[in-house]
T-cell receptor, first 117, second 111 residues
Framework: DTGVSQDPRHKITKRGQNVTFRCDPI?????LYWYRQTLGQGPEFLTY????????KSRLLSDRFSAERPKGSFSTLEIQRTEQGDSAMYLC???????????????FGEGSWLTVV | AQSVAQPEDQVNVAEGNPLTVKCTYS??????LFWYVQYPNRGLQFLLK??????LVKGSYGFEAEFNKSQTSFHLKKPSALVSDSALYFC?????????FGAGTRLTVKP
């Protein structure tokens, strides 16, 4: 399967613990995105990488959140000192490059569900 | 900023009937519009997109969408609905560095 891969698919953690999610994008894609989705809502943009450079971060990405893409391939999203409000599905997506605002399709992974208890 | 709106939270249709899921957009410049489908506990699957060209765009699973510039709409359609089409559908518009999504429309197809 050459789609976007996310791990783990589900994570239950206690409030205050740290969690890390991993994303492996489609191999030829140089752009990688993280989104968050809560029940009944559409995905909300968190951050975006072009190769290894993190080019944009949403205001939704508080200081407790950090994302990396060290070699321009896979990415990790870490949430420190988790809160119950962090419970959501975290979606990773990737696309090929192009002009800013191009019509390149963004392809999504299956998501990582986080439940903070 | 670019945005889309999905005016219906829920659409119910009978199997075999045509379906329409509505989407309107607000953009500056040329719109790049997308439809995605989401099944329970799954990620989003790409259905189709409009970039330029023909106003009627054909996509996966028999879905199509009609781009209407005068009405700023991009409605998703299918001539004959299947029970397996029941899912959450999202309209989206490409912004500078990301995709902006509508709130979603839950489609239920009844046998």
């Amino acid at each position: 399967d050459t789609g976007v891969s996310q791990d783990p698919r589900h994570k239950i953690t206690k409030r205050g613990q740290n969690v890390t999610f991993r994303c492996d994008p489609i191999s030829e894609h140089n752009r990688l995105y993280w989104y968050r989705q809560t029940l009944g809502q559409g995905p909300e943009f968190l951050t975006y990488f072009q190769n290894e450079a993190q080019l944009e971060k949403s205001r939704l990405l508080s200081d407790r959140f950090s994302a990396e893409r060290p070699k321009g391939s896979f990415s990790t999203l870490e949430i420190q000192r988790t809160e119950q409000g962090d419970s959501a599905m975290y979606l990773c997506a990737s696309s090929s490059g192009g002009d800013r605002g191009s019509g390149n399709t963004i392809y999504f992974g299956e998501g990582s569900w986080l439940t903070v208890v | 900023a670019q945005s889309v709106a999905q005016p219906e939270d829920q659409v119910n249709v009978a199997e075999g009937n045509p379906l329409t899921v509505k989407c309107t957009y607000s953009v500056s410049g040329n719109p790049y519009l997308f439809w995605y489908v989401q099944y329970p506990n799954r990620g989003l699957q790409f259905l189709l997109k409009y970039i330029t060209g023909d106003n009627l765009v054909k996509g996966s699973y028999g879905f199509e969408a009609e781009f209407n510039k005068s009405q700023t709409s991009f409605h998703l359609k299918k001539p004959s609905a299947l029970v397996s089409d029941s899912a959450l559908y999202f309209c989206a518009v490409r912004d500078i560095n990301d995709m902006r999504f509508g709130a979603g429309t839950r489609l239920t197809v009844k046998p």
